[in-house]
């Protein structure tokens, strides 16, 4: 027990000073996953609000597809980034493995199933107050599309910030695709389990500080965004 308060307080003095390991590990992890979660963001909303207002013969079937990737598990999404870009793989004359791109890139083909199925669940319901209106006015589906995203955007920035929330906690493709490289590829997740295993609890449980404080953050974004309690949700 003295050693867990120990290691509490100096988490707690590591974050009060800001150390320079835990401010690089923290600034890494959010450069990571906010370009994923802008690139995801980029492909989910539109293809997700598409889906919500286009009908065509395999629609079904592909919304079946989106929601199952929502399961896919990291490692085998990390499993396929390191074989696609490994020395022996079709993109491994880039050399982008191991490094924060590959990391960028799992994290991308993590989140963007999500953020597509939360999106075509809002602009599904948004579609049907619109439909008629939007069809009268003789719109394009490029019209029907960025009118759909303009006013439903604060349920898409909920839908964003939930990309970002499982972006940042992400730990097993992160793994396996940046090799959890010092001054390089080390983040907040990987970091921690790094520093567990070596026995350090002090800079692990600093690090644990700072992605609860994140993923509050975030939480709580998502909350006051989408105003449960003043639509008597709460």
């Given at each position: 027990?003295?050693?867990?308060w120990?290691?509490?307080?100096?988490?707690?003095?590591?974050?009060?000073?800001?150390?320079?390991?835990?401010v690089?590990i923290?600034?890494?992890?959010?450069?990571?996953?906010?370009?994923?979660?802008?690139?995801?963001?980029a492909i989910?909303?539109?293809?997700?609000?598409?889906?919500?207002?286009?009908r065509?013969?395999?629609?079904?079937?592909?919304?079946?597809?989106?929601?199952?990737?929502?399961?896919?598990?990291?490692?085998?999404?990390g499993?396929?980034?390191?074989?696609?870009?490994?020395?022996?793989g079709p993109f491994?004359?880039?050399?982008?493995?191991?490094?924060?791109?590959?990391?960028?890139?799992?994290?991308?083909?993590?989140?963007t199933?999500?953020?597509?199925?939360?999106?075509?669940?809002?602009?599904r319901?948004?579609?049907?107050?619109?439909?008629?209106?939007?069809?009268?006015?003789?719109?394009?589906n490029?019209?029907?599309?960025?009118?759909?995203i303009?006013?439903?955007?604060?349920?898409?920035l909920?839908?964003a910030?939930?990309g970002?929330?499982?972006?940042?906690?992400?730990?097993?493709?992160?793994?396996?695709?940046?090799?959890n490289?010092?001054?390089?590829?080390?983040?907040?997740?990987?970091?921690?389990?790094?520093?567990?295993?070596?026995?350090d609890f002090?800079?692990?449980?600093?690090?644990?500080?700072?992605?609860?404080?994140?993923?509050?953050?975030?939480n709580f974004?998502?909350h006051?965004?989408?105003?449960?309690?003043r639509?008597?949700?709460?």
């Amino acid at each position: 027990m003295n050693e867990i308060w120990a290691g509490l307080q100096a988490a707690f003095w590591l974050v009060a000073r800001l150390d320079p390991d835990l401010v690089e590990i923290t600034l890494r992890s959010l450069q990571v996953s906010v370009t994923a979660l802008i690139i995801a963001s980029a492909i989910a909303l539109p293809f997700g609000t598409w889906l919500a207002i286009r009908r065509f013969r395999y629609r079904r079937a592909t919304i079946a597809v989106l929601n199952a990737l929502m399961g896919l598990p990291p490692v085998v999404v990390g499993l396929i980034v390191y074989l696609l870009l490994s020395r022996s793989g079709p993109f491994g004359v880039m050399g982008l493995l191991f490094t924060p791109t590959a990391m960028i890139m799992a994290q991308v083909i993590i989140i963007t199933p999500l953020i597509a199925s939360i999106t075509h669940q809002a602009m599904r319901e948004l579609w049907a107050e619109y439909h008629d209106l939007l069809i009268s006015l003789n719109t394009s589906n490029r019209q029907r599309i960025g009118t759909l995203i303009f006013d439903g955007r604060r349920a898409l920035l909920t839908a964003a910030l939930a990309g970002f929330g499982r972006a940042i906690g992400e730990v097993g493709a992160i793994m396996i695709v940046g090799g959890n490289i010092d001054h390089a590829t080390r983040v907040l997740t990987t970091a921690i389990a790094l520093e567990t295993g070596k026995g350090d609890f002090a800079l692990a449980l600093g690090l644990g500080f700072v992605l609860i404080a994140l993923a509050m953050i975030v939480n709580f974004a998502i909350h006051v965004l989408s105003r449960t309690e003043r639509e008597g949700r709460w």
